[in-house]
């Protein structure tokens, strides 16, 4: 997750750049990778979800603003943007066909490696379940500060809320997950 000098905050031409686009994702592929591994428990979806969000990042990087926030906080923030795309495309998929389709075919070393990584975030799936007693808002500000490691600042940047106003809900939403957490029965049940 290392974060690129001054120089290097201008990304908004990655989008027409091969080169400056190969720096950026090799810098965050791994960091990307982390992310959708800590919501995705497939390691198909989640390779698919990880080519998606740089996508994304192709076709958005032009909006990029520096001042709003680092790079990273603006990359996760395409990454949630990405995930909760395909969360509600999924939810579609099983209303009208009942089953998951267009997946591609993985290898071996592709599927070992991804789950992995699933396997190593499990820890962060069961937190995930308990900030489900959370108003999505909150929820993602928490995901973004402790388990992204953003700051209290680029989280509120991310979600679009002042900083004073994120550090108001992150202190509530720290009493409500530690509450939910002392009773894992409760959570995971």
Not at 27 to 47: K, M, Q, S, T
């Amino acid at each position: 997750m290392n974060e690129p000098n001054r120089a290097d905050d201008d990304i908004s031409g990655i989008g027409a750049d091969p080169v400056a686009f190969e720096v950026f994702y090799r810098r965050h592929l791994e960091a990307v990778g982390r992310f959708v591994a800590r919501r995705v428990d497939d390691p198909h979806l989640a390779a698919d979800l990880t080519a998606d969000v740089f996508l994304a990042v192709i076709e958005s990087a032009a909006g990029y603003r520096p001042e709003r926030g680092s790079q990273i906080g603006w990359l996760y923030g395409v990454a949630r943007n990405v995930i909760g795309d395909e969360r509600r495309r999924a939810a579609q998929r099983l209303r009208v066909t009942g089953r998951l389709a267009g997946r591609r075919d993985l290898g071996p070393d592709d599927i070992a490696r991804i789950e992995e990584r699933i396997d190593a975030e499990s820890a962060a799936r069961r937190t995930h379940r308990a900030l489900s007693e959370l108003p999505e808002g909150t929820r993602t500000l928490v995901e973004l500060v402790a388990v992204d490691g953003l700051t209290v600042a680029e989280a509120a940047a991310v979600l679009g809320v002042s900083p004073v106003a994120a550090r108001v809900r992150l202190h509530r939403a720290r009493r409500v997950v530690r509450a939910v957490l002392a009773h894992p029965a409760a959570t995971l049940a």
